[in-house]
């Protein structure tokens, strides 16, 4: 289905072409005075100094011709030139209708879908998953599910930090404590040792100790380094022991993952680009793009038309190990050879924009994709605390994930009446369930690139834009369904318009396809946060001034039950869209 204001446009583009003007005059907007109309035109005036008329004129000579047309109820001409348009109510409801009847609910598929990698995640293994990663799977997961909604392949990539110093830090300190491990061993055998098993406790508490050490004492920071080189060079026990740390640390992030409702394609993570480092080097050299500078090797990516200082990425630095932005441009070239991505998009905090600029620079100089392809950095801001600052636990810390989880279903569960459920497993499932939804609507009602303020109390609110409102507003619609005994997931018919808050309700259900274009558009999960809210704020105004239980007009109430069983369809896509599980009841 096409979104309303292209359909609307292409009417009025033929209107007027046939009145000797150019088509692409008649692009149609929604309008912002719903007292006046639904839509507007504002072609006129453009044509008017195309062909030196009036506004006025060319808007009247439009109009004649789209009153001819049934679907219009109003076709306005307001001074000096604006063409009003409001649509009948027999075209809203067949509009909805057709929404309802879509397996799409009435969002536009695309006419050529892209292969998109999308990288996003990007926890480092070995350290606790702390909120300071929560954004890019919140906003990433939301942007994976709205691309796939138009019909774009979507293959998402969480990117582990698997390769890094965290790694050697680890090492060293469970070296400190265990020089015994056959692991250490210089005769380590792969083949006939065992490794000792780890847990995430012991990581969790492993990684902060050795990093704070490594600050303060040297000699121990230059072992983790060695441990990070001879771990990258392939000596076996570490190796082996990086695997288990992986392993551990995997089964941890997916078990908090799974909770947040993200999912992820691929597990692959900067260690799974290393066999493409060689390569990569390879293609720069050839190219010409390799220079010295002071014992590493560095590609310039500076433009004439850069305004800020753009300095080079550096590839090898003097001691031969390779770091991030090397990390990343060979991630670009199995990317390439796995999938031939149209594009690679990357959901990463926004204090790491020059890294990423650098990167595409480079990767585009090199070759490594096509001249078409198209790399974007969909960068976040930071969520901060009531202070400004980075948000951090009462004592100072950084917040796990695990506990912020832990903390939300707490809060739901204070705000949630615990005799409304059927047994205790219903219970806590319905407060994650609450608690999540929290967090991600007040994470993703905000611009993706601005810094917002995590304010629980505000997320758990009943009332305003929140996760919890919205929830609640379609377990009222379940309960309204099921109460007139009506299936919740079967299209049922609307057959007429009777008030002015259902108009309003159909017409934000008919503006469902442009909002998520937009969404889609600027990779922005607000716009549906925000539509969500109205819609569901129009639905409480048209429940609160309708009865719809006690309507004696047989065809008026199943027309509203039809309409509210599709607010609810609508909702639920919204909130699908955003990665939010809804629920049944609360
Ligand atoms: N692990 C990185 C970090 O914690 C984020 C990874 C982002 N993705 C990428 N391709 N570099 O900062």
Redesign the pocket.
Known sequence: MKAITQTLGEIVSQAFESAGYDANLGVVTASDRLDLCQFQCNGAFAAAKQYHKAPFIVAEQVAEILKKNDIFSGVEVAKPGFLNLTLNDSYLLKQANTIAADPNLGIPQAEQPSTIVL?YG???VAKPLHIG?LRSAIIGESIKRIARAAGHRVIGDI?L?DWGLQIGLVITELQARYPDWRCFAADFDPEADQVEPLNAAMLNEVYPFASKKSKTDEEYAKKAHQATYELQNGRPGYIALWKEILRTSIEDMKGNYEKLGVTFDLWYGESNADRYVPRLMDILAEKNLLVESDGALIVEVAEPEDKAPMPPVIVRKSDHSSI?ATT?LA?IIQREEDFHPDKIW?V??NR?GLHFTQVFRCAKKAGLVPAQTEFEFLGFGTMNGADGKPYKTRDGGIMKLEDMIATVTAGAQEKLEASSFVDEEDYQDIARKVGVAAIKFGDLINQRAKDYVFDLSKFFSFEGKTGTYLLYTITRINSILKKAGVPVDQPLSLTGVYTDSERELLLKILMGGDVFQRALSEKAPNYLCENAYQLANLFSKFYHDNHIIDEPNDAKKQSWLALIALVRQVLCKHLDLLGIETVEHM
């Open positions: 990288d990007g926890p480092n990663h990117h930090g991030y990343d991630t990357y990463v905090d790491q």
